[in-house]
C-alpha cells in the first residue's frame, strides 16, 4: 500500500483580536478606547473582553500528524472546537496551516459542503455543469456522468428548471449528487449526512461505503458516530486541536464517548476560583443519570432519567426572588430548549449555599451531543444577575443494540415518548358503508 | 523542491512562494472559468424586462446625458466632432476598464462564501470578470461602430486611421490595469471594508481625471503633465485619435501606460496570490 495522504506536524493559530473589524475606523475607535483605559465601545454588553490579550494565539489545530494510506477510510472525530474543521479546511486548501506540511497524492475533492456555488436563476442542468467544474471536473467529465448524476438526484422532471425554485430537498439531492460523482482519488466529506431524508440518507452513505470499496480513500469527518463506525476502519479523535487517539475505529469512538464523558459531565471549583461576581458564585454542576448514580459509568441513553444539579452560592443580601435558568443546544447548535426554575421551584431565598436541581425526563431527548450552552442567574424573573456560558456537555445514544441500526443522523431534536391510543370510532363488521 | 517532492500531486505549505503563480493550474480550470462567464453573462439579466437591452440602454443615456451637460450646457470642446461620437468613443473603452476594476475588486469579499468552501486557484475568478466584460465591451463596441458610420455617412468630420488595427492592443490594456488595481484593492479590502467604497467613488472621479469628457488638447499646460502621468490617458486618446482622428499620438506615452499595465497586474497578482492562502481567517 502506498500512502495517499501524509500529514505532518501540521498546526494552525489564530490571533486574538487580530480579526478585523470590518472598518478602520472601527479598529482606531477601539484602539484609542485602548489608550485611554476605556472599555471596547463595540462590545455588546456582557460579552468578554479579548481586548488585553491582543496577539494571544489560539491553537486551532496543534501538531497533528498522521498519513492516511490509499484504499483506507478514515474518519476524524472530536466535539465542536476540537479543530476537525480547521483540519478539513487545510486539507482542502481553503486556509493555510501556520506550521507543518501536507503531501497529497491524487485529486482532492472535498465535500465541506454541498452545492457549492450554485446558483439560484440557473437551471439544475446549468448547475451540475457549473458545481462540477467548480468541484475539479473539466466538462466533459460531467457530460459523460451527466445521466447518472440525474439519474441519481432523481430530479429529473426539474432538470431544466432554475434550482430557486427546487424545495430545499431536491437542492440537497441535486448537489449531492454530483458531489458524489465526483471520483476524487481522494474525498474528504463534513457532516454532508446531515442533510436529506432518512432514504437519501442511506443513499449517501451507500455510495461513500462505494467509493471506498473501490480502493479510494476518504476522509470522513461526523459527529455521526454509527456512520463513522460504519464507514471507517480507522478513526482519529482531536481534542482542543490536538490528535488524542489513532487506531481502529471502534476504539476510537469507545475512547471519545469515554473521555467526553468524563471531561464535561461535571465542573467544580473551589470557592477562590470559582466564577461569579458579588452577588451570586457558580460553585460547580453535573449531570447524571439517576439509576446510574451509584457507578457512574457509561455514555446516557434516551430511557435515561436525567438529572442536571448546579451548585451556587448566593450572596445577595435579604430574601430575593432568584432563579436559576438554563439554555441547552443540540451538536448543531439547535436550541432544544430553556428552563427557568422559576416555573417550578419559585420561592425566596436568602444568602447562602444551594443546589439548584433539574429533572430531564426519560424520553425527551434524541440521541446526539447536548450542551448547556447559558446558565443563567435571574434575580426577580428578568433580571440577569450572573451568566456563565458552555456548563456541560453530554452525549445521549440510543439504548440497548438498537444503538448501531440507524445509521443516518436523528431526526427530530426531541424524540419524546407520548400518549398514543387508538381507539375505535365504528367497527366495520361485514359490510363495508 | 526536492526530487522526493516529485511523487505526490499536491504539497500544502504554511506560505507559498512569491512568484509560485501556479498559472497550469489556471489553465486545468478554464472550462470553470468560461462556466463563470457564461454564468454572470445569463444570471446578470434574468428577471428584467428589457433583459440584455441594458447593454446598449446604459451606454446611450450616459452619453447623451454627457452630450446635455458637457457638450450643450458646459460647452467643453470637442475638437470640432460631432459630441455624442466623442464621449462614446471614450467612454465605450472606458466602462471596459471601471468595470474591470469593480468586480475584480470585489473578488474576495463577493465569493467568501465560494472560497470558503472549496479550493480553485482564486485568480480564475478575476480572469473569468475580464472575459465577461469584455463580452459587454464587445457589445458595446458594436453599438459604437454602428454611430460611428452613421456618423460618417451624415458627413461628420471624422477621419479614422490605421491605428485602429492597435484597438486590440489598447483594449488589452485596460484590461490588464483593471486586473491589476482590481486585484490589489480586493487583496487589500479582506480586512477593510472601507477601501470598496473609495474605490467605487474613486473610479467616477478618476474619470474626470482622464480625458474621457474633454480632449487632452483643452488641458491648460500647467495641468498637462498631471493628466498625462495617468496611464489611462494615453490608452483613451490613442483609441479616440484611431477611430475619429482628432487629438495626438504619443507613442512614449502609451509605452510608458504599457509599462504602467504590466507593473501592476504583477504587483496585483504577487500580492494576490500571498492574501489568498490565509484570507480566509481574516475577512
Known sequence: MTT????????????????GRGTFAEDLRVWWAHVRGKPNPLLRIGEPDYTDRIGEEIWAVRDVSFTVEQGEAMGIIGRNGAGKSTLLKILSRVTAPTSGEIKVKGRIASLLEVGTGFHPDLTGRDNIFLNGSIMGMNREEV??????????SGVEQFIDTPVKRYSSGMYVRLAFAVAAHLDPEILIVDEVLSV?????????LGKMGKVAEEGRTVLFVSHNLPAVQNLCQRAIVLNKGSSVFDGKCNDAVSFYLQSSLKSHTRVAWDLQNAPGNSRIQLVGASINAKAKLANGAGPFTTSDDLEIQVDFINKIPGDSDLGVTIHLIDERDIKVFVSSSTRTASQRIGPGIYRATCQIPRDLLNQGTFTINRLLFVKDRGFSVFEHQNVLTFDVILPGENQFGWVGKKEGVVRPALNWSIDPIKEIVSNPL | MTTNDKQWDIIIRPHRRWFDLRIGELWRYRDMIMLFVWRDFVSVHKQTILGPLWYLIQPILTNLTFTVIFGSIAKLPTDNLPPFLFYMSATVIWTYFSNCLLKTGDTFIGNTNLFG??????????????ISNLITFVIQFILF???FFYFILNKAPIHPNLWILFTPILVLMMAGLGLGFGILISSMTTKYRDLRFLVQFGVQLLMYATPV?????????????????????????????????????????????FIFMLVSVLVGALIFNRVEATFMDTV
Open chain 1, 196 to 204: 436529506g431524508d432518512a432514504e437519501f440518507q442511506k443513499k449517501c
Open chain 1, 143 to 152: 457530460r459523460r456522468k451527466f445521466d447518472e448524476i440525474v439519474d441519481f
Open chain 2, 117 to 130: 468552501k472549496v479550493y480553485f486557484p482564486r485568480l480564475a475568478v478575476p480572469i473569468s470578470m475580464l
Open chain 2, 145 to 147: 461602430l454602428f454611430f
Open chain 2, 213 to 257: 469628457v474633454y480632449s487632452i488638447t483643452s488641458v491648460p499646460a500647467r495641468f498637462q503633465m498631471l493628466v498625462r502621468l495617468n496611464p489611462l490617458t494615453s490608452i483613451i486618446e490613442t483609441f479616440r485619435y484611431a477611430f475619429l482622428g482628432s487629438g495626438t499620438i504619443q507613442p512614449f506615452e502609451l509605452l510608458y501606460s
Open chain 1, 4 to 19: 495517499a495522504i501524509s500529514i505532518e506536524h501540521i498546526s494552525k493559530s489564530y490571533h486574538l483580536g487580530m480579526i
